[in-house]
């Protein structure tokens, strides 16, 4: 359920809803469709299920709202707003931010899968998560399961929002970059430097559990912590950008339950 005090940040960023084309039953208000969302979100049950019993609507009703909704932004305006919070206390650890992925598998084949190198060539999809040092989620993004980790790095760091909350201008660069050696290039090197990041990453042929990993071990509890949400743990939705929408969902309630934590 989600609390009034919750609701009154939530509801000013939703969008209008368009006039009806034609009569029928009214409305089903949009947070009675937000608490289905998170029913599905949190239980993985399939829409079509949706106990109607809850007074959450149809499943097709909280599908609809969820792809408007993400077509409207609506998660990364929900996700600055925990950001900006937490700044404004001095809990977010700009000194360092860490990235990894982790596989999972894509029941059915759609935009943003490919043939997963650690199942058998299945079809599957990655989720890339950064973090700041404590393990807050900065950044998430969705990509096949073939793609290679180090091609997301850029283009993840670009998705961390410019966060506000304090005197001066916003924040959106860590100082220093942690990673496992999938990461590890060159290339990649310099131009993390260039943007005024120190790249921390693992070399090549050192073994596993050493060395860094006394400092990324954070992002491998993000990235549990969404997999906790059973609807992630397999991309049951064709569509990539139903899938990224309960990504975004599940990163902003990580987000806030450190508010609640911290602040």
């Known amino acids: 359920m989600v609390s009034d005090e919750l609701w009154s940040l939530i509801e000013p960023l939703l969008p209008e809803p368009g006039p009806k084309k034609v009569e029928g039953r009214p409305r089903v208000p949009d947070r009675q469709a937000w608490c289905g969302i998170l029913f599905v979100l949190h239980t993985g049950i399939q829409w079509e299920y949706l106990p109607q019993e809850l007074g959450f609507g149809s499943g097709t009703t909280c599908w609809r709202r969820l792809a408007a909704w993400n077509e409207a932004g609506v998660w990364d305006q929900l996700h600055a707003l925990p950001l900006k919070k937490l700044r404004s206390k001095n809990q977010l650890d700009w000194s360092r931010a860490v990235i990894d992925s982790s596989h999972v598998r894509a029941a059915p084949p759609g935009p943003k899968s490919g043939p997963s190198p650690v199942d058998r060539a299945r079809p599957g999809s990655k989720h890339h998560v950064v973090t700041d040092g404590q393990g ?37 660069r860590p100082d220093t970059l942690f990673a496992d050696r999938g990461y590890e290039h060159d290339k990649y090197c310099r131009l993390l430097r260039e943007r005024g990041m120190r790249p921390a990453i693992a070399e090549r042929g050192q073994p596993h559990g050493t060395g860094l990993g006394t400092f990324r071990w954070v992002v491998e509890r993000t990235i549990s912590w969404l997999h906790g949400f059973r609807r992630l743990r397999i991309r049951w939705e064709r569509r990539d950008d139903i899938h990224e929408s309960f990504l975004g969902h599940a990163v902003r309630l990580i987000t806030q339950r450190h508010v609640q934590r911290l602040c």
Not at 141 to 148: A, E, I, K, Q, V
Not at 160 to 171: L, S
């Open 136 to 172: 807050i989620p900065l950044a998430v993004s969705l990509t096949g399961g073939n793609r290679n980790d180090v091609t997301q790095l850029l283009p993840l760091l670009d998705k961390i929002p410019a966060v506000a909350g304090t005197v001066g201008r916003p924040r959106r």
